[in-house]
């Protein structure tokens, strides 16, 4: 009598091979995510630099209406100001910028910031009474958050660059204007390689 032998038919995968996907899935979504950090950061730094380039459209606009720069009374030297309640209630129009801005012009608008309070980021947080503009990281120092502009008080057409951020004269600006990057720093060993600038390829 003769007997046929059947293999056993296969229905799964064994162990190594569901281990193999495994792998690959992991590579392949590690892959799509480190692409999608990338994008997401060239994303904030353009809108950092659409921004800074905002600010100094809204401080030229400013000077040529009042033929003076914001927040000059009294100054006679390059002067670093934040986007903070001071320099942004002027160059938005709120009562408390009267004193630079008697007129209350409107000078820079921005999209509003996501967030709120001290938490907000990317954008212009702005009550009745106060307002701060936010660069798009979310540091956990709220001062890290703040955009700069250096304004050239004494009109020599020279600005020195802040330290910690260059060494350089900037020569034929009023202002010029930073951004610290996703770290908040600046100063040596690479903290300023990630900062966004006016004046300088970013």
Known sequence: MNYLTHSPSRKGFTLIELL?????IA?????GFGAFKLARNAAKRAQATK???????????FYDNYNYLPLSSGENTDTIRKTDNELMAVLIGLDTG???NPDLEQFFEGQRAKGKGTKSFGGLYQTNS???LYGPWQQKQEDD???RIVYDYDFSNDIEE????????IRGYRQIAYLFGKDGKAGPGGA??????SYKSN
Do not use: F
Not at 162 to 169: A, D, F, Q
């Open 20 to 24: 193999i996907v495994v792998a690959i």
């Open 27 to 31: 590579i392949l979504a590690g892959l």
């Open 51 to 61: 921004t800074i380039s905002d600010l100094i459209i809204a401080s030229d606009a």
């Open 98 to 100: 009267s004193a630079s």
């Open 130 to 132: 106060e307002a701060l």
């Open 145 to 147: 958050k703040l955009y």
């Open 162 to 169: 802040p330290e910690g951020i260059g060494n350089e004269t």
């Open 192 to 197: 300023n390689a990630d900062n966004v600038y």
